[in-house]
C-alpha cells in the first residue's frame, strides 16, 4: 500500500454559480484535512490524492495533487451513511493507500468508523496534530476535553484511517500547483437493496445555521457581559470589523445567544484570522474550541484570567469602557 487520500466534502448546494457550471467548492475544514493529508505525504515520501462525492470540486487555489477521484452514482446524490461507505471502500481497495484522511465533521463520523471496520481497523478521530516518527507518523488527540494530549500509532496491514479536528492544520500551508491534477470519474457498484436508510428531508433552518468554523474574524462573549441586553455592545464591535458573534457556553445555556453561536468543546471548534474575547474567563473547555485562532486578542478584568494564557494580546480592563472605544475607532478608521 502506498500514498494518502484525502477524502472531501463540498459546500451544501445552492444558487451559486459555481454549482450552475456543475461544481461545488470544497469546505473550508476539507481544505485543513487536505493540507494535514500533504504533509503527511511530505513526510513520509508519499504521493496526495483526493476523493469527492458528485459534482466536481472547486478550490480556492490548484492544489498540488496527484489526482481527484469524483466519485458518482444515482444513490450518492443524497447522503447516506450506507452509501458513502460502500462507495469509499471500492475506491480504496482499487487504490490501496496507505492513509485516508478525513475532515471531522459529524458526517464523517457517522460513516468512517464503520468504513474502517471493514478494513479491520479502527478511526483514530478527531486528531490535532500529526507528527512524523521512525515507522509510522504519530496522531495526536485530546482526552478530557483537551486537559490530556495522547499519542497515536498505527498498527495493523489495512489502511490507517484518521479525521482531523477543524482548524488543526490551517488551510494557508495547502500546498499549490501550477497544473491542476487529473481527475478520474469512480462510479462505484452499489444497488438499491443496499441502502438500508433513507436520508431525511433537508433540516429546515439548515440555511441559516452561523458556521463559525469559516468565519476569518470572530467576537466571543462571555459572562463578562452581565446582562443579556448588554450583548448589543458587544454586537456593534462585531458589525464594526465585519465579524460573527459567538459566545462561551453560559451565554447560550442562559438563552441569550443561540446554541449554534457557542463555541468549546461543546460547541464549534473555530481557527479565524482573529478571534476576540471579551468578558470570557478561559475554561478549558473554552479554550479547546479556540486553539486554532492565529490571534487571539482577550479583554477581561481579571488579570489572572485562563484566557490570557493563551491570547497573543491582552486588555485588563473593565468590557464596558473598552468595547465601545474600540467599535468607536475603528468605524472612525473606516469612515
Known amino acids: 500500500?502506498?500514498?494518502?487520500?484525502?477524502?472531501?466534502?463540498?459546500?451544501?448546494?445552492?444558487?451559486?454559480?459555481?454549482v450552475a457550471r456543475g461544481s461545488l467548492?470544497?469546505?473550508?475544514?476539507?481544505?485543513?484535512?487536505?493540507?494535514?493529508?500533504?504533509?503527511?505525504?511530505?513526510?513520509?515520501?508519499?504521493?496526495?490524492?483526493?476523493a469527492t462525492f458528485g459534482p466536481a470540486a472547486s478550490f480556492p487555489v490548484t492544489p498540488k495533487l496527484s489526482a481527484i477521484y469524483q466519485?458518482?452514482?444515482?444513490?450518492?446524490e443524497t447522503y447516506t451513511a450506507d452509501a458513502y461507505t460502500i462507495a469509499l471502500q471500492q475506491l480504496i481497495g482499487k487504490l490501496r493507500p496507505g492513509y485516508v484522511i478525513f475532515p471531522h465533521t459529524y458526517q464523517v463520523r457517522d460513516y468512517a468508523p464503520r468504513l474502517a471496520t471493514r478494513f479491520g481497523q479502527v478511526l483514530i478521530s478527531d486528531a490535532i496534530a500529526i507528527h512524523p516518527a521512525e515507522g509510522a507518523p504519530v496522531f495526536v488527540r485530546q482526552l478530557f476535553q483537551g486537559?490530556?494530549?495522547?499519542?497515536?500509532?498505527?498498527?495493523?496491514?489495512?489502511?490507517?484511517?484518521?479525521?482531523?479536528?477543524?482548524g488543526a492544520i490551517t488551510?494557508?500551508?495547502?500546498?499549490?500547483?501550477?497544473?491542476?491534477?487529473?481527475?478520474e470519474v469512480f462510479t462505484p457498484a452499489i444497488e438499491a437493496d443496499q441502502v438500508r436508510t433513507k436520508p431525511s428531508a433537508p433540516f429546515r433552518e439548515s440555511a441559516q445555521t452561523v458556521d463559525l468554523a469559516s468565519a476569518p474574524v470572530i467576537v466571543s462573549v462571555g459572562r463578562g457581559i452581565r446582562e443579556q441586553q448588554n450583548?448589543?455592545?458587544?454586537?456593534?464591535?462585531?458589525?464594526?470589523?465585519?465579524?460573527?458573534?459567538?459566545?462561551?457556553?453560559?451565554?447560550c445555556d442562559a438563552g441569550w445567544l443561540p446554541m449554534e453561536r457557542q463555541v468549546g468543546s461543546s460547541g464549534q471548534t473555530v481557527s479565524p484570522r482573529l478571534y476576540l474575547a471579551i468578558g470570557i474567563s478561559g475554561a478549558i473547555q473554552h479554550l479547546v474550541g479556540i486553539k486554532g485562532s492565529r490571534t487571539i486578542v482577550a479583554i477581561n478584568r481579571d488579570q489572572n484570567a485562563p484566557i490570557f494564557e493563551v491570547a497573543d494580546?491582552?486588555?485588563?480592563?473593565?468590557?464596558?469602557e473598552i468595547v465601545p472605544a474600540l467599535t468607536a475607532a475603528i468605524r472612525a478608521a473606516k469612515s
Do not use: W
Not at 33 to 46: K, R, W
Not at 147 to 166: I, R, T, V, W
Not at 313 to 320: C, K, M, N, T
Open 1 to 18: 500500500m502506498s500514498g494518502v487520500l484525502v477524502v472531501l466534502e463540498q459546500q451544501a448546494r445552492g444558487a451559486s454559480s459555481a
Open 25 to 50: 467548492p470544497v469546505t473550508r475544514g476539507s481544505l485543513e484535512a487536505l493540507a494535514a493529508g500533504q504533509l503527511l505525504a511530505q513526510s513520509a515520501g508519499l504521493d496526495c490524492s483526493a
Open 71 to 76: 466519485l458518482t452514482h444515482n444513490l450518492l
Open 147 to 166: 486537559k490530556l494530549n495522547a499519542d497515536y500509532k498505527h498498527a495493523g496491514d489495512g489502511p490507517c484511517f484518521a479525521s482531523m479536528q477543524a
Open 171 to 183: 488551510a494557508d500551508a495547502l500546498q499549490t500547483s501550477d497544473t491542476p491534477a487529473p481527475v
Open 231 to 251: 450583548i448589543a455592545l458587544v454586537q456593534a464591535l462585531a458589525d464594526a470589523l465585519g465579524a460573527e458573534l459567538a459566545a462561551s457556553r453560559p451565554i
Open 313 to 320: 494580546y491582552g486588555i485588563v480592563a473593565d468590557l464596558f
